[in-house]
């Protein structure tokens, strides 16, 4: 997520707003911006890069001059990272400056408006065209423009304002995106998160949807969208700077569990628009993918797990071959690969060495490549033909949580699409995916509601030695999710199986009190896994099924049972993957393990 900070008072704003942007770093960004009023114009200064750039570039702040400022540290969506795509954004005249948290749903459709006013864009955000329109409604009340502009706009967004005319004030919204409004003596802030101001002050307002406050120096007022004046109430903050930064979790991988919700949501949200799938700038076309021989997924570690799922649900949707290969293996093996079959490569970092060479593989090859990327700019997005963005945010933990979920829902989305393109499913069938799809940020909030009873599984078992995690289709999927994601945290040594094959041999590990966790989400495979189930118990297996609500009869076997809702076989890896990932949270806590950086790991793992 991009960072906010925002300073109004008797101080110079410029190493405020600085200082305050370094202490959002580490939620990743890059590129940064200040934009500073001093009494008349206002000063912008941004660049790409780390904060030192801009930090050098201005002197620390020292070059300019004035009291009222914004800052902005950008994590890319629209618009590679640049100087000219960074934040503060300026309208057309340099009457307003605007910095921007969130994605703008309808930017598209509001830039053509603006460009036939006569607008001129300087960059590729959305996040420009709230600058534009906010001079566009202006007729000297900053307060009206405002209210007209979020009338137009949709999507997500904390935003901070800064107007020329009125250089003793700052301007903030919120929508969906957090904003915090600091409260100190002759002086205020705004910030997108706590840590950016916890020097300064511990005395905050927290602003909710669609509230607007007018900050000067010794006042803020709140405002509804109707101007009618809110009342607040002030929040005393008592937490360090590193419980702050984790948003007041103990992790950030916990912190990224509990934003899967959200993060799945941006991601979704903007390419559904009418009842229809919009896909950004696909150009794979009907002829393309009737053309395709096969499709070839490659990628490492849990985006390989990705690609499992994925080979089940385009598969079944489009029934299009696909293959599914860890990158390291697929860049060795002379892979039948030609321009008649189109790689998806898969990446939350978009810099894992083995996926990148992987990729310059498949198109040596003649491969069409398609990438499912986290970072706008990476290196895999740069060299695909088509990029779909995952909008999780920056993902500060080692084990990928949100970006994984979101990595399924462009999967999802994809494989919806394609099979339209195809005429492959009917318009029944594609509004009935859609609602799911939609529905699963509800879902995933619902069994985070009953995280406690995974935290009471856990600490049962958290000793355990050895953890099976066994499954069928896709719930074989999940076990390899499920399983690496404990061993990569709490150091358990486990193994994931494909239910049916446990008779071929990894049966006979199975003991006394051995952990076997049994995904059995599958409607039509229900009764096999059952089967399953009793083998391993009969061998004295200690069974956590994991099953949908409908399927009650899982605690006649398993020895404990979660359950997750019901939607479409197809997405339940989406839900499925919730409890395995707080499972695995929960024993690594208690067994006092360093979660967010295990050992021997990295985030992103740039070498071979
Ligand atoms: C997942 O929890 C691990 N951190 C690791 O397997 C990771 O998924 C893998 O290294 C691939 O990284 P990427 O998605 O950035 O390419």
Known sequence: MCGIV???GEDQAAPILLNGLEKLEYRGYDSAGVAVCDGGSIQVEKCKGRLKVLADLIDQGEKIPGTVGIGHTRWATHGKPSDLNSHPHVSGQGKFAVVHNGIIENHLMLKEFLLKQ?????SETDTEVVAHLLEYYYQGDVLDAIIQVLHQVEGS???????????DQIFAVRKQSPLIIGLGQHENFIASDIPAILSKTREIYRLENNEIAQIKKDQVMIYDLEKNIVQKERCHIDWDISAAEKGGYEHFMFKEIME?????????????????????DMTLTKEDLEQFRKISIVACGSAYHVGVVAKYVIEKLTRIPVDIDVASEFRYRNPIIDEKV????????????????????AKRLGARVLSIVNVVGSAIANESDDVLYTWAGPEISVATTKAYSTQLT?????????????????????QGYLDDLCHLPGQIEMILKKKDQLQTLASRYFNAKDIFFIGRNIDY?????????????SYIHSEAYAAGELKHGTISLIEDGTLVVALATQDTLFEKMMSNVQEVTARGAVVLGLTTEDHPEMEKSATHTFYIPKTNDLMLASLAVIPLQLFAYYVAS???????????????????
């Open 6 to 8: 925002g300073y109004i």
């Open 118 to 122: 006569g607008k001129q864009f300087l």
């Open 157 to 167: 967004y904390a935003l901070g304002i800064l107007c020329e005319d009125i250089p």
């Open 260 to 280: 899967q919700p959200k993060a799945i949501a941006d991601t979704i949200q903007p390419r559904i628009q009418e009842g229809r799938i919009v896909l950004d």
């Open 342 to 361: 189109l790689v998806i490569v898969i990446s939350q970092s978009g810099e894992t060495a083995d996926t990148l060479a992987a990729l310059h593989e």
């Open 410 to 430: 462009v999967v999802y989305l994809l494989a919806v699409y394609m099979a339209d393109l195809m005429g492959l499913i009917s318009r029944q069938e594609y």
């Open 477 to 489: 999927a999940m076990s390899l999710e499920g399983s690496l994601k404990l061993k990569e945290i």
């Open 590 to 608: 208690m067994k006092g393990c360093d979660i967010d950086k295990p050992r021997n790991l990295a985030k992103s793992v740039t070498v071979e």
